[in-house]
């Protein structure tokens, strides 16, 4: 099974407000607070995009969510993939073994009696 998502929360600012902190809750254990204001802006040159910084590696984006990270599918998306795959994959049920057949005929099994 894979590992579960990496999330990246974006705030526009230094902390998270307690509504962003509830929301980011509820996407599971992998979620990081980023600051949106320092993440540059793609520049367009001779009709060309370039980014003028590093894009972290995640599975999911949520919040305030800057333009070079649009392109990262949402967290809501991940974790509704997850879970399909997480519940897709369970191990099937053990089956029952069919019940052994008696033994017939003198000296088997139901003519056993302790010595006594």
Sequence with gaps: MRKYPKILFFVKG????????DEAEGYGPKVSFRNALHV???K????????????????????DVPELYKTF???AEVLDAY?????GKKKP???????????E?????DD????A
């Design 14 to 21: 230094t902390t998270p407000s307690e509504a962003q902190i």
């Design 40 to 42: 540059p802006e793609p």
């Design 44 to 63: 367009v040159k001779g009709g060309k995009t370039f980014n003028m910084g590093a894009i972290e590696q995640c599975d999911g984006v949520a919040g």
């Design 73 to 75: 599918p949402s967290a």
């Design 83 to 87: 879970e399909a795959e997480r519940k």
């Design 93 to 103: 049920a053990a089956k029952k073994k069919p019940a052994a057949k008696k033994a």
């Design 105 to 109: 005929g003198p000296g088997k099994s």
């Design 112 to 115: 056993w009696k302790p010595n």
